[in-house]
């Protein structure tokens, strides 16, 4: 014979519902707002203050180019020539001690000896890739220290 009387389940089993997940999901998302646009221009500043450290140490690279041979590398030769030896008698390279690096956005620096700025010109055109530009495509420059555009 069954009992039709029905046993209470009692379990101290305790979860989240529905709104409240909703809630931390919508709080997740508002702080996601907020604090992703700050960090996105962190990353901007941070590529672009590489960009110019890179440039320092070519700098440096080609002074020491400039002492050995006695003059700056031709916008022919281009940087090439602070990793390998083209045949001078005076070169005691490499002036890097790694590769050539490209910039931090991917592509080459561009570099013209004679410069139009000084004796070269080193310059990293930004995100867009192109002469001038703000922000993230502003170019980093030799000749100043700082970003032309």
Known sequence: M?????????????????????????????????????LFGKVTQSKQAAAQAQIEMFGVALDSFRL???????????????????GFERWDGPYLKKDIPLDPWGAPYAYLSPGEHGEYDLVSFGADR?????????DVV???GKKRG
């Not at 979860?15 to 992703?36: H, K, Q, S």
């Not at 050995?68 to 083209?86: C, F, H, K, M, S």
């Not at 192109?130 to 502003?138: I, T, V």
């Open 2 to 38: 069954r009992s039709t009387e029905r046993v209470p389940l009692v379990t101290n089993e305790r979860g989240f519902t529905l709104i409240e997940m909703v809630a931390v999901v919508i709080i997740i998302g508002l702080l996601a707002a907020l604090v992703g646009p700050r």
């Open 68 to 86: 050995d041979i006695g003059r700056y590398p031709t916008t022919d030769e281009n940087l090439a020539v602070l990793q390998a030896n083209p």
């Open 130 to 138: 192109a002469s001038g530009g703000d922000g993230e495509n502003a």
């Open 142 to 144: 030799s000749w100043k």
